[in-house]
């Protein structure tokens, strides 16, 4: 019954079946413009069209504030850097524009950001960086967006796609060419589950195709190596609250049947924000509920992302 009643409130998930009708006249930022959201295109020639040759962030706003923003903005200047993107935006300007698209749409909270950094318009199409002649590409799309997963907690599959092993991809650049996290997700879609488990190229748990993974077991917190996936922000904020509140967290190499036997499992991300998985790959997790620490984190989480959030313009 638990595994029927979350596959129903997947498919009733607001977002994808009721969006906020407020979004339908958002302003989007793309390139020093403010642009109702019918008229923002980027070019046929852009690197993202190209070849999803781009690096993102998502941030979340919490009650005039933005959580951990010059933490994804370093991210972005290092994922930027890696890819050897050239005429890259300062912190300054990509903040600018981050509160600029938020003051036009007069948001200050229950908003997320989708921030895209390409490698910027082509001369001619083609894959080679040498045809970028012209800078990076900047959007910030701001959107009245809930966290994407409920707080009652979803199902999981394991995937057969294997994450990127940084021999391939490396996963700590934060890039939009996501085929391998979207493999994974068409998966969970035909399993008609909400995300699936994504393993490394040793069978070890990774992440999800969207969110970073914590088991507890007697109280203490573990979470994968950050081998094969990206070591994401929320992800360390619990690891920062873990050691805050003598909670003791440990990075091991995880497999499946640890997560199946597992006291309580849950996710971290921006989108998500903290969400228990109530059961994987038809077995329920604790006693298929949300568990009393995952309880305890979800309220410590959203002080912590607003405490330590920056402060909106006013």
């Known amino acids: 019954m ?3 009643a979350s596959t129903l409130n997947r498919i009733g998930n607001p977002i994808l079946n009721n969006p906020d009708p407020r979004n339908a006249d958002i302003l989007a930022f793309i ?3 403010i642009i109702h959201r019918r008229d923002a295109k980027i070019s046929v020639f852009d690197s993202v069209v190209q ?3 781009a690096v993102w962030e998502g941030l979340r706003v919490y009650d005039g504030r933005i959580a951990a923003l ?9 994922s930027a850097k890696a890819l050897a993107f050239a005429t890259v935006p300062s912190n300054d300007e990509i903040r600018d524009a981050i509160f600029a698209t938020l003051q036009a749409n007069r948001m200050r909270d229950g908003a997320h950001i989708r921030l895209t950094l390409t490698r910027g318009e082509k001369t001619t199409s083609g894959m080679n960086p040498k045809f970028n002649q012209d800078g990076c590409s900047l959007i910030v799309l701001a959107e009245w967006k809930p966290p994407v997963y409920s707080d009652a907690g979803i199902t999981v599959i394991t995937s057969s796609i294997r994450r990127n092993t940084t021999q391939c991809l490396d996963s700590k650049i934060h890039h939009n060419n996501l085929l391998n ?6 998966e969970a879609n035909v399993s008609e589950v909400d995300a699936a488990v994504m393993l490394d190229v040793h069978g070890f ?6 969110t970073n993974i914590f088991l507890v077991r007697n109280r203490q917190l573990l979470t994968p190596f950050a081998d094969s996936c990206l070591p994401g922000l929320t992800r360390q904020m619990i690891l920062d609250i873990a050691e805050e509140n003598s909670i003791h967290a440990l990075e091991k190499n995880l497999s499946m049947t640890e997560l199946y036997t597992a006291d309580e499992v849950f996710t971290t991300g921006t989108m998500g924000e903290l969400t228990p998985i109530l059961m994987a790959d038809g077995r329920t997790i ?11 984190l979800q309220v410590l989480h959203r002080q912590y992302a607003w405490q ?3 402060k909106l313009p006013n």
Request: charged share 25%; net charge negative; proline share 0%.
């Open 286 to 296: 604790g006693d298929g509920s949300c568990g009393a620490l995952t309880k305890e």
């Open 181 to 186: 996290n979207i493999l994974a997700s068409i």
């Open 308 to 310: 330590h959030g920056e």
């Open 2 to 4: 638990r595994y029927q």
């Open 205 to 210: 748990i990774s992440e999800t195709n969207d």
């Open 31 to 33: 390139n020093g413009e």
């Open 51 to 53: 070849g999803g040759d």
């Open 70 to 78: 010059d933490d994804h903005l370093q991210r972005l200047q290092n």
